[in-house]
Every structure is written in C-alpha cells, then in structure tokens.
Nanobody, 124 residues
Framework: QVQLVESGGGLVQAGGSLRLSCSVSGRAGSSRAMGWFRQAPGKEREFVAAISWSGVNTYYADSVKGRFTISRDNAKNTMYLQMNGLKAEDTAVYYC?????????????????WGQGTQVTVSS
C-alpha cells in the first residue's frame, strides 16, 4: 500500500508563491515517477507537472511553464511543486500522483496512486 499526502496549499494573492509538498509512505518504492495534477470547480482534472524517478526528466503544462518547478528528494520520499507568479486561474485542488513506472507521463490514467489533494486559492 502506498499513501500520498499533500501539504502546503492555502490562500495567496496574485503574483505570490506557494510550495506544495507530497510525502510518500508505505511501500514508497512502488511510487516511482510522480506528477502534480489540479482540478478547478466544474472542470476536469488536468496535468500540471511530472518528474521521472531520477529527477532528470521533467514535464510541464504550457500554462505553468516558467512559473512552476517540480522537484523531488528520494531520500525523504518527498516531491515538491514550487509555484511562483500565481494567477487567479491557478486556483484549484492540487493532487500528487505516483506510478510504478520510472518514466513520467502527463496522462491522468497513467498514475497508480493519488493523494487527497490540497486547496490552492489565488485572489486577484
């Protein structure tokens, strides 16, 4: 069993920054490539960023490229999402996800494990 727990969400003004964390426990070694997704009210869950097991390969949605940075610390079983230059349209529940494969992907259905989500609200 793998558990993913997000933290770091909150309310921030437009232009501000937040850092999300995703802690992996249980059979942490089963969650290799990881990603961040988000879901705004009335919208489908969408890809934000992903990172390979080694951390060498990273991928971003066009909407966050240049503003968000994904990283991981495998020794701590933790993944991060540094969000800068936040906009009102970034408001959503942010989910971390893990998959057994080493390779990061952008597809929601590719991920095997999911956290409960953390709310990010950006006021304009």
């Amino acid at each position: 069993q793998v558990q993913l727990v997000e933290s770091g969400g909150g309310l921030v003004q437009a232009g501000g920054s937040l850092r999300l964390s995703c802690s992996v426990s249980g059979r942490a070694g089963s969650s290799r490539a990881m990603g961040w997704f988000r879901q705004a009210p009335g919208k489908e869950r969408e890809f934000v960023a992903a990172i390979s097991w080694s951390g060498v390969n990273t991928y971003y949605a066009d909407s966050v490229k240049g503003r968000f940075t994904i990283s991981r610390d495998n020794a701590k079983n933790t993944m991060y999402l540094q969000m800068n230059g936040l906009k009102a349209e970034d408001t959503a529940v942010y989910y971390c996800a893990g998959r057994q494969s080493l390779r990061a992907t952008m597809g929601t259905s590719d991920y095997d494990y999911w956290g409960q989500g953390t709310q990010v609200t950006v006021s304009s």
